[in-house]
């Protein structure tokens, strides 16, 4: 965060911070002042491809370098990035609006018992530590099986999370086909894709969707990912699981991304599988109406 305020001193800027104290936008860089100051910057003759993508293309540049106006944006972006990856997950806002919307939720933690570790250890971020087991057994006991069990976790983004996972649930919820069931929520600090696993065994979920913060990039610091596991359970391998990424308003939007999500769901249950047997071809087919119909009871 250091970093992005630096920013906004060299810059005059007045980005906009968020409630979780994330700058969000791109700083009002003044370019003008750079460029005729220097009076040596070189536009680049691709430039106008950048009225297509976030990416950083078309540059230019100042001499032998990167104009200082790039420069500074670049260093804008990495400190976000850096913000996202450390930023702990507000699970107590998440789970409170959940509880307004009248969404039950369950909170658990994974193996790893701080931020460092589990950067350090990936292994301990993919299982519960006891307590959660030992909550989650306790929970099943009392739920009744569901086809599908949304999980959220932090991953490597709590900003994808604050920012794009509320607003998912509630249009996967929206979209959901008649007779399927959904589970609680399941909120995972320190979680990996593959906690997801272990989550739907104990709590009998027929498929699991974890939603979780992707790796950020530099342009892109609040991306969320879906992955969808059939018969999650641990052991599981990431060949057998279908992914959704890059969901966020400037990427794959919300609505469609739930409407991906429904479709492969629907077209796992007709397989009898997910990973990589099923492809995604929710834009060019459309399902059998027999399909959407909930899974059978495996009891």
């Given at each position: 965060?250091?970093n992005?305020?630096?920013q ?9 911070i ?12 003044d ?18 491809l950048?009225r ?11 001499g ?7 420069i500074?944006r670049?260093g804008?972006?990495?400190a976000?990035a850096?913000?996202?990856?450390h930023?702990?997950l507000?699970v ?7 509880q307004?919307?009248g ?23 993919r299982r519960?530590d ?7 057994q ?6 009744p ?5 949304i ?5 490597l983004s709590s ?11 509630h249009e996967?919820?929206?979209?959901a ?6 589970g609680?929520?399941?909120?995972a600090?320190?979680g990996?894709?593959?906690?997801g696993?272990?989550?739907?065994e ?24 879906i ?16 992914c959704i ?7 794959l939007d ?5 409407r ?15 990973g ?20 059978p009871d495996?009891?």
């Open positions: 965060m250091a992005a305020r630096e906004k001193d060299m810059t005059g800027s007045a980005p906009v968020d409630s979780i104290g994330i700058e969000s936008g791109t700083p009002d860089i370019t003008q002042s750079h460029t005729k100051a220097a009076g040596r910057t070189t536009a680049d003759p691709w430039q106008d950048r297509h993508t976030a990416a950083r293309l078309a540059l230019g540049r100042a032998a370098s990167m104009p200082t106006d790039e500074l670049f804008y972006a990495h976000q850096r913000d996202a990856v930023v702990a507000q107590d806002e998440l789970t409170k609006a959940l307004d919307a969404i039950p939720s369950l909170r658990v933690h994974s193996a790893a018992t701080d931020r460092a570790q589990y950067l350090l250890r990936p292994d301990l971020g519960l006891t307590n959660s087991v030992t909550q989650l306790t929970s099943a006991a009392e739920l099986a569901c086809d599908l069990l999980v959220v976790a932090d991953g900003l994808a999370i604050h920012r794009n996972a509320l607003p998912l649930i996967i919820r929206a979209q086909p008649a007779g399927w069931t959904l609680p929520v399941v909120i600090e320190q990996r894709v593959a906690l696993d272990e989550v739907g104990l709590l009998g979920a027929r498929m699991v969707a974890v939603l979780i913060g992707e790796r950020p990039g530099l342009s892109s610091p609040d991306s969320l990912g992955y969808l596991t059939s018969a999650p359970r641990v052991g599981r391998h990431d060949a057998e699981r279908n990424s890059n969901v966020r308003p400037e990427g919300i609505p469609l991304a739930a991906k999500l429904w479709w492969l769901i629907t077209a796992a249950k007709a397989l009898g599988t997910t990589v047997a099923l492809k995604d071809r929710s834009d060019e087919t459309a399902l059998p109406a027999d399909a959407m119909t909930a899974l495996p009891t």
